[in-house]
Antibody, heavy 121, light 107 residues
Framework: QVQLQESGPGLVKPSQTLSLTCTVS??????????WSWIRQPPGKDLEWIGY???????YYNPSLKSRVTISVDTSKNQFSLKLSSVTAADTAVYSC?????????????WGKGTTVTVSS | DIQMTQSPSSLSASVGDRVTITCRAS??????LNWYQQRPGKVPKLLIYAASSLQSGVPSRFSGSGSGTDFTLTISSLQPEDFATYYCQQTYSALWTFGQGTKVEIK
């Protein structure tokens, strides 16, 4: 079955760029059936959807983060990535990647285990 | 943005109880409503999609209903592994948003 795994630094300095990668195994990212998404959850707070990417490279971002977010895909490595620039302490969160199992209804049916990113000097 | 409001924010219940959680959207979202379960220290798990469709592998004691602005998640007989936080999510608008969560605790 499809599995997702996040990877990247757990500590990022303020004003720098957070970079995470999600590796997809057990299935191909190069499919027209799915979107690939990033979500985050600050400690003790609600879930926040960051954005998604399609295998073709088309993207959609949360407008509140759009100026700082880039999601990209590498179909040769079966990976997609998140970059969040100019981070502050408010960007400290558990970051999760997920598959969007239907591109019409849009539900996230497979999730990575999440990775904690702390923004601190 | 479409605001999603869940109630209650938390509840205490006993094993075997019937539990109902509600989610209200700030505008009509048709049936573009999903429910997730999040256990402590874990990422969310999809339970229900399109308001009432049970995700594969999810026990049948979970059910969802509603359309438009008002939705419910029902657990027909609460089990020990169901103590968790539950979130609704709308995907009707281009900006997907979650409710604030409902924490189900042991009475």
């Amino acid at each position: 079955q499809v599995q997702l795994q996040e990877s990247g630094p757990g500590l990022v300095k303020p004003s720098q760029t957070l970079s995470l990668t999600c590796t997809v195994s057990g299935g191909s990212i190069n499919s027209s059936d799915y979107y690939w998404s990033w979500i985050r959850q600050p400690p003790g707070k609600d879930l926040e959807w960051i954005g998604y990417i399609y295998y073709s490279g088309s993207t959609y971002y949360n407008p509140s983060l759009k100026s700082r977010v880039t999601i990209s895909v590498d179909t040769s490595k079966n990976q997609f990535s998140l970059k969040l620039s100019s981070v502050t302490a408010a960007d400290t969160a558990v970051y999760s990647c997920a598959r969007v199992g239907d591109t019409v209804i849009n539900y996230m049916d497979v999730w990575g285990k999440g990775t904690t990113v702390t923004v601190s000097s | 943005d479409i605001q999603m409001t869940q109630s209650p924010s938390s509840l205490s219940a006993s094993v075997g109880d019937r539990v109902t959680i509600t989610c209200r959207a700030s505008q009509s979202i048709s049936d573009y409503l999903n429910w997730y379960q999040q256990r402590p220290g874990k990422v969310p798990k999809l339970l229900i999609y399109a308001a009432s469709s049970l995700q594969s592998g999810v026990p049948s004691r979970f059910s969802g209903s509603g359309s438009g602005t008002d939705f419910t998640l029902t657990i027909s007989s609460l089990q020990p592994e169901d103590f968790a936080t539950y979130y609704c999510q709308q995907t009707y608008s281009a900006l997907w948003t979650f409710g604030q969560g409902t924490k189900v605790e042991i009475k």
